[in-house]
């Protein structure tokens, strides 16, 4: 059974930079397609960005194309998601979990809040 701890959120003005990391325990996610979600209020989760196994190839919404960078570190078992030029849209809860149809158990995530 794999945890995923998120860490690294908090409180940023427009235009301002957060790196969070998502640390994987229980098993190796080394294998594993992983991505960023997030959950806005009153919103249903959505897909941010994904990494293959290797690391080289992501994916990215729209949304957040240019200025999110995600990547993964399979020796540490963490995935890292680099956001830049953060706006008040971009406030939510970040998840991370593998990019895939079949998920692990989400983690408790961590609040990022970009105010204006």
């Known amino acids: 059974q794999v945890q995923l701890v998120e860490t690294g959120g908090g409180l940023v003005q427009a235009g301002g930079s957060l790196r969070l990391s998502c640390a994987a325990s229980?098993?190796?996610?080394?294998?594993?397609?992983m991505g960023w979600f997030r959950q806005a209020p009153g919103k249903e989760r959505e897909f941010v960005a994904g990494i293959n196994w290797t690391g080289g190839s992501t994916l990215y919404a729209d949304s957040v194309q240019g200025r999110f960078t995600i990547s993964r570190d399979n020796a540490k078992n963490t995935v890292y998601l680099q956001m830049n030029s953060l706006k008040p849209d971009d406030t939510a809860v970040y998840y991370c979990?593998?990019?895939?149809?079949?998920?692990?158990?989400w983690g408790r995530g961590t609040q990022v809040t970009v105010s204006s």
């Open positions: 229980g098993r190796t996610i080394s294998n594993y397609a």
């Open positions: 979990n593998r990019y895939a149809t079949i998920q692990f158990s």
